[in-house]
C-alpha cells in the first residue's frame, strides 16, 4: 500500500460520572486559483507497475452503483508503485500538442458531454482543458475533497475512540460511540480497513471490568438528523454500497466482512450492539439504541480506529461512502466540537477547509462526502487543484498521503480491471480515483508521461453509459502518458 498500519489502542480509565451523547470532541494558460502551501515537498508518482505485470497491492473498491470485479490477490514480493521527486529537467508537454492528440477522444459520442482539466504538477500550468469551470455531477471523485479536507484540518495520526461504560441502572453496560464505522467483528482487523479496533478488544475490556452486563445501550454519539444523504436509495443497503450513517457500526455495516459487496445492516449501531452482546454471553435482544444522551458512573475503557491516514487510504481504495461520510463528520467535529454532526455540517466543513486552504470552491456544491448523491456539482478544475495541492512542489507531508491512496491503473481498486486493450500504456502509471453514477462517469488523478513529467488530471463525462464512457477517459488518461507531445 506504501502507507503504514497501525494497531488500536485501548486502555482503562479512572471512574468518573458522565453524562454521554456526543463527544466534545485568468484562465488560459495559467490557473489563478490561489493556494496556501504548507513545506516545500516535491513528490511524482513513478509506478513501476507495467501493462502485463499487474499485480493487486490493494483490494477493489465498491464504487458507488456500478461494482468493479473482483480482483486476484496480490503476488508476494510483486512491484509497487512508488514516489519519487517531481523532475524539474523533464520536459513540458506542448498545449497545441496534446490538445490535437485528445480532440478526437474528447470529442467522441461515448463521453457524452466531458469536461475537463490537465495542469502540470510542477508549474500549476494548465496543458488542457475543457469548461473546467462547469460544475458537473462528480460521483465518487469527491472523496479527493473529502480526503484534502481531513488531511489539512487532522492530525495524520488522529484516531476515533469508541467508549465502554458503566450505566447508572445495574449490570448495564454502555457503549458510547466516537463515529468509527471501521470496527471489525473478528479478533483481528479485517481487509478492508487495516489497523481497525475489533469487537474483541472491546468486549475484553468489558471481561477485565468488574461488570456483568445483563443489557448493552448504544448511545447516540456525534451524529444528528437524518441517516441516509439527500437522493440517496434505501435499495443501496441491499445493495452493498451503503448503510445508514450511524456513529457506531462494525466492517462499514457489512453483513459479511470478508465479502466487500456484502448487503449492509438497516440498523447498524444495533447489529454491532448485538455482536458485542453474543461475545459476552448477553441476550442480543437486552440491546437498544437510545436517542438521548444515557447517564453512565464509570469508564471501563476504550478502543480506537486507525489512524486518520490510514482511514483515508481505505476510503479512496474502496470507496467506501459510510467512512467517507464518518471523516468528513470527523472534520466537522474538529471544527466545531460542540455541534453534532449531520450531513450539512460535514459537506460545509469540508467546503470551508478547502476554501480556507486556498482553493477557490465556486461551483462546488456537496450534498453529501461521499458522491453517492447526484445533487453534488464539482467543476473538473477543482479537482484538478485538489490533485495538484497534493502533487505539486510545495505540497506538504500529509497532503501527499492522498496520492499514495490512490487506485493504481491496472493494479489496484476499481482500476485494477481497468487500462487494458487500447489504454493498456496507462496500466501503472495512471494513479486516479474513479466516479460512477447513472448517466455520469469520473476520473481523476495523476500520471507521469513518458518523458517523466507529472501531470494532474480530471475527467467527467455526463450523458452516456458508464459502460460506453469508462473505456475512453481511460485512453485519454493513457494518452497522456504516452503521448510526451513535444
Not at 36 to 52: P, T
Not at 127 to 140: F, K, Q
Amino acid at each position: 500500500m506504501g502507507g503504514r498500519e497501525t494497531t488500536p489502542q485501548s486502555t482503562a480509565a479512572q471512574p468518573e460520572s458522565t453524562s454521554w451523547g456526543w463527544p466534545v470532541a485568468e484562465r488560459g494558460v495559467w490557473r489563478g486559483r490561489s493556494r496556501a502551501w504548507r513545506i516545500v515537498v516535491s513528490v511524482v508518482i513513478l509506478a513501476v507497475l507495467v501493462a502485463g505485470v499487474v499485480t493487486a497491492a490493494l483490494l477493489t473498491e465498491v464504487d458507488d452503483d456500478v461494482a468493479a470485479a473482483h480482483e486476484p490477490p496480490a503476488s508476494p514480493g510483486g512491484p509497487n508503485p512508488g514516489l519519487l521527486a517531481l523532475d524539474e529537467a523533464a520536459p513540458v508537454p506542448d498545449p497545441a500538442v496534446l490538445a490535437r492528440v485528445l480532440a478526437p477522444l474528447a470529442d467522441s459520442p461515448q463521453v457524452g458531454e466531458l469536461t475537463g482539466s490537465v495542469v502540470d504538477d510542477l508549474t500549476g500550468r494548465v496543458l488542457w482543458e475543457r469548461d473546467p469551470d462547469a460544475p458537473r455531477v462528480p460521483a465518487s471523485t469527491t472523496k479527493l475533497l473529502t480526503a484534502l479536507a481531513a488531511l489539512t484540518q487532522l492530525p495524520a495520526d488522529a484516531r476515533v475512540d469508541t467508549v465502554l461504560a458503566r450505566g447508572t441502572e445495574p449490570n448495564t453496560l454502555v457503549v458510547v460511540p466516537g463515529g468509527d464505522p471501521t470496527m471489525s467483528r473478528g479478533s483481528e482487523p479485517g481487509p478492508l480497513f487495516p489497523g481497525a479496533a475489533t469487537i474483541t478488544q472491546a468486549a475484553d475490556i468489558v471481561r477485565a471490568s468488574e461488570i456483568e452486563p445483563v443489557r448493552i445501550i448504544v448511545a447516540p454519539g456525534p451524529y444528528t438528523g437524518p441517516t441516509l444523504g439527500p437522493g440517496w436509495s434505501e435499495g443501496e443497503i441491499a445493495a452493498g454500497n451503503l448503510a445508514p450513517i450511524e456513529p457506531w457500526m462494525l466492517d462499514a455495516g457489512r453483513m459479511d466482512p470478508a465479502d466487500e459487496y456484502s448487503p449492509r445492516y438497516a440498523e447498524p449501531s444495533l447489529a454491532a450492539g448485538r455482536i458485542l452482546a453474543r461475545q459476552l454471553g448477553v441476550d442480543p435482544d437486552t440491546v437498544r439504541v437510545s436517542s438521548e444522551p444515557v447517564e453512565t458512573t464509570e469508564e471501563l475503557g476504550r478502543v480506537s480506529s486507525a489512524e486518520l491516514v490510514e482511514r483515508v487510504r481505505s476510503m479512496l481504495v474502496h470507496s467506501d461512502n459510510v467512512l467517507a461520510e464518518a471523516i468528513c463528520r470527523e472534520v466537522a467535529s474538529a471544527r466545531d466540537p460542540e455541534r453534532p454532526a449531520d450531513f450539512a455540517a460535514g459537506t460545509s466543513a469540508v467546503v470551508d477547509t478547502l476554501a480556507e486552504r486556498g482553493l477557490d470552491m465556486t461551483g462546488v456544491t456537496l450534498q453529501d462526502c461521499s458522491g453517492m448523491s447526484s445533487g453534488n456539482r464539482i467543476p473538473a478544475g477543482v479537482l484538478t487543484d485538489v490533485l495538484h495541492t497534493a502533487s505539486g512542489p510545495e505540497a506538504s507531508r500529509e497532503t501527499r498521503d492522498l496520492l499514495d491512496a490512490l487506485p493504481v491503473a491496472g493494479g489496484s481498486g476499481t482500476l485494477a480491471d481497468r487500462f487494458s486493450g487500447a489504454a493498456g500504456a496507462g496500466a501503472g502509471w495512471v494513479r486516479a480515483k474513479t466516479g460512477t453514477l447513472s448517466g455520469t462517469s469520473a476520473l481523476a488523478g495523476t500520471v507521469t508521461d513518458v518523458d517523466g513529467r507529472s501531470m494532474s488530471f480530471a475527467l467527467l463525462s455526463s450523458g452516456t453509459d458508464p459502460a460506453q464512457a469508462r473505456p475512453m477517459l481511460d485512453r485519454i488518461a493513457a494518452e497522456l502518458r504516452g503521448c510526451g507531445c513535444r
